[in-house]
Nanobody
Framework: VQLVESGGGSVQTGGSLRLSCVVS????????VGWFRQAPGKEREGVAG????????DYADSVKGRFTISQDNAKNTVFLRMDSLKPEDTAMYYC???????????????????WGQGTQVTVS
């Protein structure tokens, strides 16, 4: 599975960004696609996850109400809309995926096994 992120950049506090993740090479079947982030000196954190067949997405408490994950299955793309950005949102953001038939696992961050290269988000 290949995942390619884009859309990162620098933004002022309170601003917005939309990240994109194009997923390719996956076998037929359902999967979870998630967004993670890692700031310098900190552990990687699961941010949001979404099930390919449709269900309520999962979010980390730190981003609930500000970030929205969505998908366009026709384009094999998952998006992360980030609003009301804060300096503490500054991190490298990664897209990840794993195959499953259980939608409720998309918030189980340790299950993700295929990763993209990341895109940097800086909020100042």
């Amino acid at each position: 599975v290949q995942l390619v992120e884009s859309g990162g950049g620098s933004v002022q506090t309170g601003g917005s960004l939309r990240l994109s993740c194009v997923v390719s090479g996956h076998s037929r079947g359902s999967n979870c696609v998630g967004w993670f982030r890692q700031a310098p000196g900190k552990e990687r954190e699961g941010v949001a996850g979404i099930y390919s067949e449709g269900s309520a997405p999962d979010y980390a408490d730190s981003v609930k109400g500000r970030f929205t994950i969505s998908q366009d299955n026709a384009k094999n793309t998952v998006f992360l809309r980030m609003d009301s950005l804060k300096p503490e949102d500054t991190a490298m953001y990664y897209c990840a995926a794993f195959g499953t038939v259980r939608s409720y696992l998309c918030g189980s961050w340790s299950r993700y096994r295929d990763w993209g290269q990341g895109t940097q988000v800086t909020v100042s």
